[in-house]
């Protein structure tokens, strides 16, 4: 076995020997309100027409790997301008990582204000670049502007990535900001428009006044997140190499015929959205008529709040015990101490949520 070890550090990356996994808890059994999952199924006509088209793909042929049909779904549903490149990838995920593989120079830094989205570190980290975390303001999580252009002129990053709106936070950034960082930012820009559907608020339309700006998009937080479907729009001179690095079948033939599918019928998404923005605003108010807790704004489809007195650990646990899962970013330390994140489920699984720490609260 030391023998195995020795091997393993002597061929691998010491980034890579560094990393510890990214870890997804067992949520089988519980309410599942920690993964900004769209809690809500389709109709059985809809699933009915899926299963028919699902049984006419031919899983021993490769899938289009241009998702030409998918790619013109898209640009019409999500209105790229007709200037822009798309870029498909497995997840958002992949394209962060297809970006990210792209840079030059092992120097490279990312930037990238925090707390935000964990893989943006986690993969520049694994591909031996540089990673910069600035700090977001205290007290409402918008971009503290010092900390970003000081970050900017120190590190002159290749790549800043932007979530809007963020998570783990859930509020959208200053637009006047982002334009700012758009103007003096020394490479890329890509804003990550993860929640677009819950913030009603976009850059997509604007890609043709900044060449560095890419906007990236996601249906995982739209109410697909087992297809794994991500894409990214931009100048179509970077979008053409960063589509050399994508393995070319990179979207199964299922993905792209559920997608598809998924476009077409958009108007149902759409309604469930409208469903969950009506109980996050629910969720909102009964969350902030606890005690001591700091519930903070929402343009998301999930809150996060703090706890002012109580001890996290043990309100996460109580909840778990109740049989809900929400997400625990105390452990991540620094302006996350305290705080604790919840997806807005259904309204059953919100009172179950509400109740449970309720009484964690009081005991
Ligand atoms: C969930 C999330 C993603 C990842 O989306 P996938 O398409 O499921 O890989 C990207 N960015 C942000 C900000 C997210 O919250």
Known sequence: MTDLSDK???LLRPE???LSAYHVPDSSGYVKLDAMENPYSWPDDMVDEWLARLSEAQPNRYPDPACSRLKTGLRNAYGVPEEAGLLIGNGSDEIIQIILMALKGRDATVLAPEPTFV????IASCLGLKFVGAPLREADFSLDMTA???AIETHRPAVIFLAYPNNPTGNLFDPGDIEEILRMAPGLVVLDEAYTAYAGRSFMPRLPEFDRLLVMRTLSKLGLAGLRLGFLAGARAWVDEFDKIRLPYNINVLTQISAELAIEKRELF???VELILRDRRLLHEELSRLPEIQ???SDANFILFRLLRHDPDRVFRALKDAGILIKNLHSSGGRLAGCLRVTVGVPE???KFLGALAKALAA
């Open 8 to 10: 393993i550090r002597s």
């Open 16 to 18: 890579v020997l560094a």
């Open 119 to 122: 893989m943006y570190r986690q």
């Open 148 to 150: 970003m252009r000081t």
């Open 270 to 272: 759409e309604a469930q």
């Open 295 to 297: 519930v903070y704004r």
């Open 349 to 351: 699984e919100n009172r």
